[in-house]
């Protein structure tokens, strides 16, 4: 039977997953991936490929309201009938948020998940999932060892002023900060970047641009600053997140309109950034293809921000040697990434079109300052590292 790690990525409605086969090295790709979608919904659907993209699963998960566990079950179910040659000997969870005790992946026990618990005020909107998904596979798989990894560990090595608010000391010394996120991505880049450029150690901004989109600074392939903050909606605006925002308009309208913080959650979180601005999609594809004045506009102030984010950060980083774009759109867009670098030209930046256009993993000129990369993110890779690594596998 062949021994394989499995990585697991629990969202509200959803929850990815990917097998990794136990091999020095790991391979960079998964034997098979997927994902649970409507999960807390009478219409919750499993769907599985193999590493060529054939199509292995795609069925229904039978219930009214089907819960995480509920979902965890169905999947190993549908492994050990399908998938019958394989033996899950280790878990990798992505936990969004490992607050200020947690830098660095950690075996889960009874401990360590009491604390993953005590971080939920911090990510209400993630972190209660997360959780959901380690006690769910710890019931159904008790004597498999799981790893979280956290999105927040990446970023602590920030500066300790990197970190903080301009708030009393008593609600810093709770923990309010600036955290971060997207963290197993950023690794996934620092750890891959000197296989392209000379100039990885340097100073470097890497954009991941996606329906959640931050970028963050980079020294020595250590993070010096990010513009996620305390929570996921700090930054950059996204698919339909606002990204930064004056504090004075949340004080406003909760004033004016008499909105509660049910209804400001609802409106920062999911109808903001493209889909807000735009009134169309939060599809950066649908956009670009479109005519309307407001799909140019979402996409201009979604260029915009970038912009203005990359010039922070490279003055954060007391330069800048190269900028890497990955996630979604950084991976896909090729328009975007074109006026992203044109705008930065001052900044030594000069684009190569032609390799802009093909997506190639260095898109820069030879005549530029600045090495310009597209590399594709791997989570799910980072992940089962992490499990390998710390478990001995």
Known sequence: MKQAILTINAGSSSIKFALFPLAHPLSAEAEMSGQIDGIGTSA???????RTGKLLADQA???????????????????????????????????VHGGER???PIVIDDTVLGHLESFIPLAPLHEPHNVAGIKALRHLLPQVPQVACFDTAFHRSQPEVAQLFALPRALTAEGIKRYGFHGLSYEYIARTLPQHSHRAQGRVVVAHLGNGASMSALVNRKCVATTLGFSTIDGLMMGTRCGNLDPGVMLHLMESKNLSVNDMTRILYKESGLLGVSGI???????????????HEAVDLFCYRIVRELGSLAAAAGGLDAVVFTGGIGEHAAEIRRRVCQQCEWLGIRLDPEANARHDIVISASNSGVDVLVIPTNEEWMMAHHAQTLLAL
């Open 44 to 50: 919750t659907q499993l769907k599985a490929k193999d």
């Open 281 to 295: 999609s939060q599809d950066m594809r649908t956009l670009l293809a479109s005519d309307k004045p407001e799909a």
């Open 102 to 104: 947690y830098s660095a």
């Open 61 to 95: 998960i039978v219930g009214e309201a089907v819960n995480h566990e509920q979902a965890f079950d169905a999947l190993l179910k549908w492994f050990l009938t399908s998938q019958s040659g394989w033996q899950i000997v280790a878990v990798g969870h992505r936990v």
